[in-house]
């Protein structure tokens, strides 16, 4: 079974618009971790936020937030306000155990996200 | 920054010919990570390493093997480079920076391998 499944291969949002990108994960441990990546054209893996699995409110960081339905095993990123560089390949990830003892990351296939001006 | 160095950054080479990509960090983070990126696929762990000579495979491990002489290298080599080789290759470390215990992974630039 997969560990992370991202459903949508491509989305368009309009600018200015909030889009939600959607993730669902698959683990039997009660401790984990999950994380969004952004990836642009030019290549880089860039870390945008985190939510573990034990923390009570859902995270945020600027424009983005991670609506977390553990019981749902869903980790859904939610960009507000989208601009133009948002374009963007978009992967969910997850760390199955606590952090430190040697985990494994899994991730999804992506989400392109294209934002129309 | 975390300072990962990936080298080469972009390589061609012909089927059989042996490759070996490395990645240099310059603050003795304990985990270090081979990662390749496909189409379709995401990114997918080849191996990974918790120490000086302590490695695992990950979940595409097979053609590849890893090396960890150092703390600051972990060195991924093709023995035998195969076409299904050709693809992006990412070094990656578990980091925690600004948040307490996330843990989450930094990535170097990546290396893109071509094998014809």
């Not at chain 1, 491509?10 to 990546?37: H, I, N, R």
């Not at chain 1, 507000?80 to 430190?100: I, K, N, V």
């Not at chain 2, 150092?70 to 070094?91: G, H, M």
Request: charged fraction near 20%.
């Amino acid at each position: 079974a997969q560990k992370i499944t991202q459903t949508q291969p491509g989305m368009f949002v309009q600018e200015k618009e909030a889009v939600t990108l959607d993730c669902t994960y698959d683990t039997s441990d009660p401790s984990y971790g999950l994380f969004w990546y952004k990836q642009p054209s030019s290549g880089e893996m860039i870390f945008l936020i985190y939510q573990g699995s034990y923390d009570q409110q859902n995270a945020t960081e600027g424009r983005y937030s991670l609506n977390f339905q553990k019981a749902r095993k869903s980790a859904n990123l939610v960009i507000s306000a989208s601009q133009l560089g948002d374009s963007a390949m978009y992967f969910c990830a997850m760390r199955e155990g606590p952090r430190g003892t040697g985990n494994q990351f899994y991730f999804g296939t992506g989400t392109s996200l294209t934002v129309i001006p | 920054d975390a300072g990962i160095t990936q080298s080469p950054r972009h390589k061609v080479t012909e089927t059989g010919t042996p490759v070996t990509l490395r990645c240099h960090q310059t603050e003795n983070h304990r985990y270090m990570y081979w990662y390749r990126q496909d189409p379709g696929h995401g990114l997918r762990l080849i191996h990974y390493s918790y120490g000086v000579k302590d490695t695992d495979k990950g979940e595409v491990s097979d053609g590849y093997s890893v090396s960890r002489s150092k703390t600051e290298d972990f060195l991924l080599t093709l023995e035998s480079a195969t076409s299904s080789q050709t693809s992006v290759y990412f070094c990656a470390i578990s980091v925690s920076r600004d948040r307490e215990n996330t843990g989450e992974l930094f990535f170097g630039e990546g290396s893109r391998l071509t094998v014809l």
